[in-house]
């Protein structure tokens, strides 16, 4: 092989990796812009779809006014999760969910609404009830289904490992549902 096949071939294989790096290169203040558009992004155990999902569900929350400002002073239980998120972020999403449903069976129990027995501890029955009762607001439900959602996914999906402020994301929405919940029981 002579030095202009050899040079030739050179050029042929590189071209396309080289245009490819210069396209990139050239575009990458518009491929960042689109980055927060992306449905989901998954690269060893980094879930994107859930800490984008965690930010929505934030700025509708703030939007119509729906969190409540965190307590004065830490409760056991929140210094529980706060120490929690720390070690291991779903878990402590996990724990943050259980409240929630103990709040909502709380509700019903002190409002003495129906739940037929063998429904009698599932989310979603008890928030059929809470939805039928009219205890809750429509941006309450779809707070407790999103929220759910997003504990089944952390609950089930392999290899998730939610970043630390998307866990303590998810527990002050958390903590803020739950306190509407209190609220709602103790309007009796």
């Known amino acids: 092989m002579d030095i202009l096949t050899f040079i030739t071939k050179l050029i042929e ?4 990796p080289i245009a490819a790096v210069a396209l990139v290169t050239m575009l990458r203040t518009e491929i960042k812009s689109l980055l927060p558009y992306l449905k989901k992004i998954k ?5 994107a779809e ?3 999902e965690i930010k929505e569900l934030e700025a509708m ?10 307590p004065e002073g830490l409760t056991p239980e929140r210094q529980l999760l706060l120490q929690l998120v720390q070690v291991n972020p ?6 943050a969910w259980r409240g929630i449903e103990e709040s909502a069976i709380r509700v019903i129990q002190n ?7 063998k429904e009698s501890h599932s989310p979603l029955a008890v928030i059929r009830v809470l939805n039928k009762e009219n205890v809750l607001s ?7 289904h999103d929220l759910r959602t997003l504990k089944n996914q952390a609950a089930h999906a392999q290899d998730f490992s939610p970043t630390t402020d998307a866990a303590l994301s998810y527990i002050e929405l958390a903590s803020s549902l739950r306190r509407t919940l209190e609220v709602a029981q103790n309007d009796v």
Do not use: M, N
């Open 13 to 16: 294989f590189t071209a396309w």
């Open 43 to 47: 690269a060893g155990p980094v879930e």
């Open 50 to 52: 859930f800490e984008r």
């Open 61 to 70: 929350a703030k939007a119509q006014h729906q969190l409540f400002p965190p």
């Open 90 to 95: 779903r878990s402590a999403i996990l724990e």
């Open 111 to 117: 409002k003495a609404l129906y739940v037929p027995e």
């Open 138 to 144: 429509a941006e309450d439900i779809s707070l407790y």
